[in-house]
């Protein structure tokens, strides 16, 4: 069974997106192939449900992390090998040195390009092949990418191939042109199809090892589900580079973060920091943190940004209404999962979004297998549910007032937030008063 993560979740968090600049993919796209382009957003969209397979990819990433290796291979040579490649030949020896004896006999008398084309083919194959090997040559069997260096070194040490380290190309006859021709791409075409996906791979390694490294993310520690906690410390949104850290536990004790704050207090923000590391962290990527441990979960959805849709007739009120009720039936069907709901009930009125807000809070709170995270301007809804039980954590992000200007420490404290400062901001930016000055 697979990770479970709906369209609006990708959306709300930014995570999915080769076109996108500013989503999570762009940051980590920092591929040399298309072909490593693609892997890299195959992953990200198929997070992992295993916690071995979890701390399996981590740690191929830690380990081209601690190795610090440049991407070897050059752009325009790949881009003609797979050309090369894609247009294999499927004629025994016979067939081949007949073809390229022709070619090269047009190139001779009318100079056309189809023997050159070969040619150049077969140079940028062996140009890439020679930097794969004198990449894998510096990695050790015995580390976590040694199975890979195994099977490279195995397809190198094929006697067919012994010629390759040691070829000039440019040098070659046009009759050994066409036998090394038909070795690379109909003798050995599934070997160089594999090599070719291990390249990708690479690529995808040493992109996301390189981006961990300049933004000092950390690799989370996977545990089975039976654990119960996602416990992350000095978590941050990964497209801020100065921003600051909080710590966050959750577990089967206390299984809910309910949280309050004044408007650009940072709650939104946080919310999608969390959303984001446990997202990356169920990919064994790295995570905008200090450190994190986290027992698998089946599933992560959230509910930040709920758009309406007028096609179907539905109010910004129905759309929240309908995305709690899909977010429910997920949670009542037993699965283990992380729920984020910032500012629950926003598109109707304070009393219904009060009632609504305590009631499904309650609610929720009683699914100790899955976390919430609950944000809200009515902070009378805290009061409330401090009655309950006390597996709901209640922690804020302050404001500090400097005369009559909010400062945000976007800092976690403990407790529910007393702060009510959004006419101050109106009064600050003096909306009342341009609007006044028109009588």
């Not at 949280?259 to 962290?281: D, E, F, R, W």
């Not at 400062?407 to 008063?433: C, F, P, S, W």
């Amino acid at each position: 069974m697979s990770f479970t993560v709906d369209k609006q979740t990708l959306d709300d968090l930014n995570l999915t997106g080769r076109y996108k600049p500013d989503s999570i993919f762009s940051l980590f796209n920092r591929v040399n192939t298309a072909g490593g382009e693609k892997r890299l957003d195959a992953l990200f969209n198929a997070p992992l449900r295993d916690a071995g397979e979890i701390n399996k990819r981590s740690g191929l990433f830690q380990y081209f992390q601690r190795k610090a290796l440049a991407f070897p291979l050059a752009g325009t040579d790949l881009t003609e090998m797979e050309g090369y490649l894609s247009a294999g030949r499927g004629s025994g020896l016979l067939g081949v040195v007949v073809d390229t004896g022709r070619k090269k006999l047009m190139d001779m008398i009318l100079r056309d390009e189809g023997f050159s084309k070969i040619k150049e083919g077969l140079g940028a194959s062996v140009r890439v092949l020679k930097a794969l090997y004198a990449l894998v040559c510096g990695l050790e069997e015995d580390a976590p990418f040694g199975e890979r260096v195994c099977e490279v070194k195995t397809i190198f040490h094929d006697r067919r191939l012994t010629w390759l380290r040691s070829v000039d190309v440019q040098g070659l006859s046009w009759w050994r042109v066409a036998r090394y021709d038909h070795v690379l791409r109909s003798l050995l075409h599934t070997e160089m199809e594999t090599l070719m996906e291990i390249i990708y791979e690479v690529d995808v390694y040493i992109a996301v090892a390189e981006v961990a490294a300049a933004k000092g993310f950390c690799y989370a520690e996977a545990l089975p589900a039976e654990g119960g906690v996602v416990r992350v410390q000095g978590v941050r949104h990964p497209r801020l580079d100065k921003g600051l850290g909080n710590t966050v536990t959750l577990s089967s004790l206390q299984n809910m973060l309910f949280l309050t704050g004044a408007n650009m207090a940072g709650k939104s923000t946080l919310m999608k920091s969390i959303g984001i590391a446990v997202y990356l962290a169920h990919m064994g990527f790295p995570v905008a943190a200090d450190e994190m441990t986290f027992s698998v979960r089946d599933g992560l959805y959230t509910s930040i940004n709920v758009p309406d849709d007028l096609s179907l007739g539905h109010s910004h009120f129905y759309a929240e209404v309908l995305r709690v009720k899909k977010v429910a039936q997920e949670v009542a069907l037993g699965k283990d999962l992380v729920v984020i709901f910032d500012e629950l009930f926003k598109g109707t009125n304070v009393k219904d979004a009060y009632d609504a807000t305590l009631a499904v809070t309650r609610e929720l709170a009683e699914y100790r297998d899955c976390f919430f995270i609950i944000s809200t301007h009515i902070i009378e809804v805290g009061e409330a549910l401090r009655e309950g039980g006390d597996n709901i954590r209640f922690v804020y992000l302050p404001t500090v007032m400097e005369g009559m200007t909010p400062r945000y420490t976007y800092v976690l404290k403990e407790g529910i937030t007393a702060d009510r400062h959004g006419m101050m901001i109106i009064e600050n930016e003096g909306v009342v008063g341009m609007i006044g000055g028109r009588h």
